[in-house]
């Protein structure tokens, strides 16, 4: 199946590429042949090729005004984003912000994770995304459930667990896990900062969350 869409997906990619670039290439064909070439009919591929086009717009056009003008404006346009754009992408990068944000799950999971169909589902696969595959590819019960986590977890948010669970084996669920809720939520105020809005949730298990527009 994997190899299926491999192949659909590059065939895919191939045939939205040929398009531009065959325009590409004949725009460069068509500069290195005379005019009664360009005009033979059917098409002559195979020619002696000529600069005198290239000649022709360098010596009867003031073709380094307008390519000057050209550089000058794309120039102008990259610098102006780029002053723009890397300090908020620095700040991006740096402070990780964004509009979603982290979950705090304090549970002591005594009794583990719950069925074992569901524990195996939710920590393997190397990625949310391979998760979600295989659940597209053989539904199982207990593993919709781990889906929805990855569908979550490939969104961006992350989740501090605080539990009696193994280390590894939170990090294995792909969350991140902490002793205290302090711990945890100090890490959330370093990651988003000591600004950020909280949202405390008692009963989390039986409320629906909604986020009003700002």
Known sequence: M?????????????????P???VFVWMILTGLKTGVQNIAYPPEFIFTPTMENFRAVFQQYNFFRYLMNSLIVAGLATGISLVLGLPAA????????????????VAA?????????????LTSGDSPQELLDRIRERFVLGGHKAAAIAKTLRRGVRVFLVSSLDADLVHGMGFTPFQS?????????????????????????????????S
């Open 2 to 18: 994997k190899t299926f869409k491999s192949i659909l997906f590059h065939g895919g990619a191939i045939a939205l590429c040929v």
């Open 20 to 22: 531009p670039v065959f």
């Open 90 to 105: 620095y700040s991006i990068a740096k402070y990780r912000q964004g509009k979603i944000g982290i979950v705090i799950l």
């Open 109 to 121: 999971c005594n009794e583990g994770i719950g069925h074992p169909r569901f524990a195996e589902w």
């Open 181 to 213: 809720a302090q711990a945890a939520l100090d890490a959330a105020r370093d990651a988003k900062g000591h600004s950020a809005l909280l949202a405390l949730m008692p009963h989390a298990g039986s409320t629906m969350p909604v986020v009003a527009e």
